[in-house]
């Protein structure tokens, strides 16, 4: 009972309490409102009436602060003093209801609020890392750099510098045989033949533009006479000696250097030996030399065979690096017949280049069926077929040994002695010489 009576009492209290310092609270402020009206009417009247009403309204601001302090202090006190009572007679406390005020709030107590704060977010925000029940704590084992790494960027430079070096080497083999300054000349000298010139030209490139060779290089140019055989072999000769230099080139001559067929075992063993020590001279000054064999339909069996044991057979490096040209007529009745044939067929727009790569087509199996019948040295050949001239190309000859010779080439004169040479029946607008260019040399000697 007696519990009841005190709470009972403390809550009379604080109910008296509320509603006198509300009704006070009121009172003062219908009061103020009401004067502060009467001073607003008053305001209009003049400057010094509103100075007064001015300084009323900021003395009636402070007298209600005062009072609302005395009487928030005064309920403090009457709270502490039920609060002891309770206490003392064992009931349990009753706590009052808290008002938040600013005093307590200081400009250095923020910081640290907000710290904490941030702090039970991150410990909330961290993860649980969850370990096997029968297992420990292990700190992961550190990866070690493998060394292959290091391995796989040396073989990297090794094979870029590998391969720059070649390309250095490609381009430096090229321009030590000038190919530019050859195929000038052989356009220039050679007439009615550009697209053997050009597959010949196509061969020495891919060999010459590098020094490494699993095979030699082997060329049978065919074709009937008159057609420049030989004089695309001086041309080439003359070229290499400026290149490679004189002991580097050889021109064999059949009929010359071995007319005999008795000599014919001893002429092999010296062209042999003489290929031999070229082809150790050029290996010392990694040089590629160039050995030309004109008439080669001459050729006994004997050096045939010399010749195939040099081309064919697994020989030491040097000998791989070599060039051999063979100039023959050999197949030079399937080449005539072929051209005689076949010229209704080929087109005056043609070029020179299509009209050869036709031909080297259609005549490169008849050619080396013949041949290998013949020996197994054209076997390892490679076969450029040259075609028959036609009238204009032999007025280009005639031109051009004129003006070798000093003499003024008159147009006119130039067709009477080009009509004065045998020509093969027109086919399809070709009128094809019978011996070429061969005869243009003799008849411009007897102007």
Aim: glycine share 8%.
């Amino acid at each position: 009972m007696s519990d009841q009576d005190s709470s009972s009492s403390a809550s009379q209290t604080e109910g008296e309490m509320e509603g006198e310092m509300e009704g006070e609270m009121e009172g003062e402020m219908e009061g103020e409102m009401e004067g502060e009206g009467d001073r607003d009417d008053n305001q209009r009247d003049s400057t010094v009436h509103s100075l007064s009403s001015f300084s009323s309204s900021l003395r009636a601001v402070i007298r209600i602060k005062q009072k609302y302090q005395a009487l928030k202090k005064r309920r403090q006190e009457m709270a502490l003093g039920l609060d002891g009572a309770v206490t003392f007679s064992g009931a349990p406390a009753r706590t009052s209801p808290k008002i938040f005020t600013f005093d307590a709030l200081t400009p250095s107590s923020i910081p640290a609020l907000s710290s904490s704060v941030l702090q039970r977010k991150k410990r909330r925000k961290r993860r649980r890392v969850m370990f096997p029940n029968g297992g420990q704590r292990r700190v992961p084992p550190k990866q070690e750099q493998s060394r292959a790494k290091y391995c796989l960027y040396l073989l990297c430079a090794i094979v870029f510098l590998q391969v720059y070096n070649a390309i250095e080497n490609l381009d430096d083999h090229v321009l030590r045989y000038d190919l530019e300054g050859l195929e000038k000349t052989l356009r220039r000298e050679v007439f009615g033949q550009q697209g053997a010139v050009e597959g010949l030209l196509s061969h020495l490139k891919d060999y010459l533009s590098t020094y490494v060779h699993n095979k030699p290089l082997v060329v049978s140019l065919h074709g009937p006479s008159g057609v420049g055989k030989s004089h695309l072999g001086r041309l080439l000769a003359g070229h290499f000696r400026s290149v490679v230099g004189e002991t580097l080139v050889l021109q064999y001559y059949v009929l010359h250097h071995c007319p005999q067929e008795a000599d014919a075992l001893q002429c092999a063993r010296d062209l042999s030996a003489l290929i031999s020590g070229m082809v150790e001279r050029a290996e010392e000054e990694e040089k590629i030399p160039l050995f030309i064999f004109d008439e080669a339909e001459h050729m006994h069996d004997e050096i045939l065979d010399a010749l195939w044991q040099l081309v064919a057979s697994k020989q030491s490096n040097e000998y791989l690096n070599a060039i051999y040209l063979f100039l023959s007529n050999l197949g030079h009745a399937h080449i005539t017949k072929h051209m005689l044939h076949n010229s209704s067929s080929i087109s005056m727009t043609m070029t020179a280049s299509g009209r050869h790569s036709n031909l080297v087509k259609e005549l490169t199996p008849i050619l080396r069926s013949t041949l290998k019948k013949l020996h197994s040295l054209w076997t390892e050949a490679d076969i450029l077929p040259l075609g028959l001239l036609e009238k204009g190309h032999v007025m280009e000859c005639f031109l051009d040994e004129m003006t070798r010779e000093g003499f003024y080439p008159d147009h006119t004169n130039i067709e009477r002695l080009a009509g004065e040479i045998e020509y093969y029946p027109a086919v399809g607008g070709h009128e094809y010489s019978q011996t070429g260019c061969k005869q243009v040399v003799a008849k411009v000697n007897l102007l």
